[in-house]
């Protein structure tokens, strides 16, 4: 395989992907020794038929505002990969979607899903709209008229979507209702639902819970011990909601929450109520976190900065992807950080990365350390097909044996010639290789 050749035919066809050509790079660079051990996979041309999502439906969503006004959106969603599975990853509803955002995501989702040691294949989608500042009555319309549209393209065995930034238990609920409406049946078909009707256990907290049981093996690894070490989270949502809980839980100090407004920094520590109080900010609707210092006059807010600025031990992207950059992992070097685990897809750039590796800093990437999320999903679509609902302890248990599994699928995979694991080979060669296998095994189609 020659990469540049691959990567610049990729460039000429997709010109301006930016998000999409970085993943691909990343995965590229990382399996190449590999693949080029196995002819047999070069002859099949396992590259080139993987780099290109098997379909992509774009629609237009146009919907009602609550002024009697006529909205219209765009509406994704990229069927990647089935070789193991059916279709399986988030729906994002940020401004900033776009295909190429959605074929990162999608890209990465075959790799991630691949680790969980569940069969599901790689899917994603989304709209460019915004939740911020829109009423329910608005959110529902648009949830709606989204799912008239995209509803013929799923099913529990075809393409099974979930949450992602903007699309949470609220917003589900509105697109499963209209999508059991249209279909008529009750297969579960969506992950995230409600505990009410098909929901499961643990999957609220799942994405933040699956990122510290690896950060935690990370660090142990290495005989670190996790207690007393203090930890700067980026984001306020649903996933830094369960990072910062399972991080108290396990003796960690949390001291920073961050959103679109800039950050908050808590000498006293994110604890207690003040877990809880994220998810009322979130609710607010309104994307900020500088409420949080008003509240609880300790916390400092700091306009327009990233949380990268403090001295920590441990810091866990759970935003959005590029949010730490070149010069954020040299702060955080600088102030002789242990480890960085992306919790968000992509968090940190590739310049960034690099450095972290060069430097041998503990660093793992978001295909391993947030596939706790779609693994959750995963064992939701077991219930779903079994129609039995497991235990709170059970769900868990399992997450955290597949968390388990996953670093080891790293250390197996990753291990470098002076001993160091490289994560993000790790990664990327194991989740390739049972794909890579599956596609071997399945013919040319
Ligand atoms: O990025 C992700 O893995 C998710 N947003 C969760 C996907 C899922 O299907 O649960």
Redesign the pocket.
Known sequence: MNINNILSALEAKHPGEHEYLQAVKEVLVSIEDVYNQHPEFEKARIIERLVEPDRIFTFRVTWLDDKGQIQTNLGYRVQFNNAIGPY???LRFHASVNLSSLKF?GFE?IF?NALTTLPMGGGKGGSDFSPRGKSNTEIMRFCQAFMLELWRNIGPDTD?????IGVGTREIGYLYGMYKKLARENTGTF??KGLEYGGSLVRPEA?GFGALYFVNEMLKSKNIDIKGKTVAVSGFGNVAWGATLKATELGAKVVTISGPDGYVYDKDGISGEKIEYMLELRDSGEDIVAPYAQRYPNAVFYAGKKPWEQQVDIALPCAIQNELNEVDAKNLITNNVICIAEVS?MGCTAEAIDLLIEKRILFAPGKAV??G??AT?GLEMSQNAMHIQWSAEEVDQRLHQIMNSIHSQCLQYGKERDGCINYVKGANIAGFMKVAKAMMAQGII
């Open positions: 399986k990853g988030g995501l989702q991630k099974v979507p979930a949450g992602d992950t995230g994405t897809n947030n596939a999320g779609v999903s």
